[in-house]
Nanobody
Framework: VQLQAFGGGLVQPGGSLRLSCAGT??????MAWYRQAPGKQRELVAD???????NYADSVKGRFTISRDNTKNTVYLQMNSLKPDDTAVYYC?????????WGQGTLVTVSS
């Protein structure tokens, strides 16, 4: 089981980025994005069930959108109106039965 994330980079405040994460192996029941800022604990950003039910951290509601393509075992995170506080390494996560898989992380830097 493997997850690989793409799409991080440097963006100005107010800008947008789209992260994607493709998984191999079983179809995940839940796919999620977490992030970890320097000196802080890893936190849940958003997750989505296999049938499209979503959940967001309060800090990103209305700005970020999580979605998934079950045919490709891929999860996306569209991030709009980015703020410097969104700067972090973003990790994708997939869970099914006894499997809890993590991607390698992709750095998002929001700075002018």
């Amino acid at each position: 089981v493997q997850l690989q994330a793409f799409g991080g980079g440097l963006v100005q405040p107010g800008g947008s980025l789209r992260l994607s994460c493709a998984g191999t192996g079983p179809r995940f029941s839940i796919m999620a994005w977490y992030r970890q800022a320097p000196g802080k604990q890893r936190e849940l950003v958003a997750d989505v069930t296999w049938n499209g039910v979503t959940n967001y951290a309060d800090s990103v509601k209305g700005r970020f959108t999580i979605s998934r393509d079950n045919t490709k075992n891929t999860v996306y995170l569209q991030m709009n109106s980015l703020k410097p506080d969104d700067t972090a390494v973003y990790y994708c996560n997939g869970r099914v039965l006894g499997v809890n898989a993590w991607g390698q992380g992709t750095l998002v830097t929001v700075s002018s």
